[in-house]
């Protein structure tokens, strides 16, 4: 990889690391004290190219994650999964 590859994918990551910071800060100042919550991220983001006979059938991009919220009160849990890009 080239050095402004990596700053790329640097600077891309540093960028959602910030929002999942800046929403994990968010949920811990709206929530009621007595509940407990984990915030956890999940994803991928790769290329790939398909072979068949030797030869190259498809290439492309896959750029996917999902965001998970459990919330835990009272001997309680709910969790819900948000997919983003």
């Known amino acids: ?16 690391e910030a929002v999942f910071g800046q929403l994990a800060e968010q949920l811990a100042s709206t929530l009621p004290t007595a509940a407990h919550f984990t915030l956890t991220t999940s994803g991928e983001a790769s290329q790939f190219t398909r072979f068949n006979r030797a030869r190259v059938r498809q290439t492309g991009q ?7 919220l ?16």
């Open 1 to 16: 990889m080239t050095g402004a590859v990596i700053e790329t994918i640097v600077e891309t990551v540093s960028g959602k």
């Open 62 to 68: 896959v750029s996917d994650g999902n965001l998970t």
């Open 70 to 85: 459990t919330l835990m009160q009272n001997s309680r849990t709910a969790s819900a999964t948000l997919p983003f890009i």
